[in-house]
């Protein structure tokens, strides 16, 4: 029969040395924070993407503006107001791009996860009691 009395602690901490780094900050609140410091997290985050969907649209009127020939009347419009509503689709999509790119651009450094989690700490820091 085999010796099953094997020292397994002893062996390993021999033949191995262990570094650790453990130290770890708790944060103790309640779901209202939790709730309204994501509510606002997710604010600055939608803010900073936004300008994307204008841009696309801008770029698409732009591209169709740039290539179409107005030529024909289509759905009972003249070929002049066809081009006119894109002229004019392609400046208000511009505008609306610029306007949410300097949105993004006043969020651009908030919002960070580790703002977030400052936001968390705030008035949290409780000392245990002393005994």
């Known amino acids: 029969m085999i010796n099953s009395n094997i020292n397994l602690n002893e062996g390993l901490t021999r033949q191995m040395t262990v570094y ?9 609140t ?5 709730k309204l410091i994501l509510n606002e997290h ?8 936004e300008w994307i969907s204008p841009l696309g649209i801008f770029i698409s009127v732009l591209t169709t503006l740039l290539t179409a020939k107005f ?6 419009i003249s070929p002049q107001i066809w081009q006119s509503i894109f002229i004019v689709s392609c400046i208000a999509s511009f505008l609306w791009s610029v306007r949410f790119g300097i949105n993004a651009i006043c969020y651009l450094k908030r919002g960070t996860f ?18």
């Open 20 to 28: 650790t780094n453990l130290t770890q900050e708790i944060i103790v």
């Open 30 to 34: 309640n779901t209202d924070k939790v």
């Open 42 to 49: 997710h604010h600055i985050i939608k803010k900073k993407i």
């Open 71 to 76: 030529d024909e009347t289509k759905l009972g």
């Open 114 to 131: 580790d703002q977030c989690i400052e936001k968390l700490k705030i008035d949290q820091n409780i000392l245990p009691e002393q005994q």
